[in-house]
């Protein structure tokens, strides 16, 4: 089993930034992708940023050059840099993981940290 644990949501002014992190623990080995994912109010979950575990990422269009994404496999850590917020950001952001193994693969998903833009 994985375990993800989100930090660093909160609430903040329109124009200002957030730094997320999720952190990847227990049965690890075989994890390629992870990214984040949002889900606002009464939304459905939607795709934020991926990055694979050689460094290529993936950002919807309505963060791209706001939004960027990275990570530290030594430290099995995925990290969203939010710049520019907007109160259209506001949602409860979710790290997902992708584990590859011999029976197949399996994502996991994080507890979800609050993040609130204020207009």
């Known amino acids: 089993q994985v375990q993800l644990v989100e930090s660093g949501g909160g609430l903040v002014q329109a124009g200002g930034s957030l730094r997320l992190s999720c952190a990847a623990s227990?049965?690890?080995?075989?994890?390629?992708?992870m990214g984040w994912y949002r889900q606002a109010p009464g939304k459905q979950r939607e795709l934020v940023a991926t990055i694979s575990n050689d460094g290529i990422t993936n950002l919807a269009d309505s963060v791209k050059g706001r939004f960027t994404i990275s990570r530290d496999n030594a430290k099995n850590t995925v990290y969203l840099q939010m710049n520019s917020l907007k109160p259209e950001d506001t949602a409860v952001y979710f790290c997902?993981?992708?584990?590859?193994?011999?029976?197949?693969?399996?994502?996991?998903w994080g507890q979800g940290t609050q993040v609130t833009v204020s207009s």
């Open positions: 997902n993981a992708l584990q590859l193994s011999p029976f197949g693969a399996k994502g996991y």
């Open positions: 227990g049965s690890i080995f075989g994890i390629t992708a």
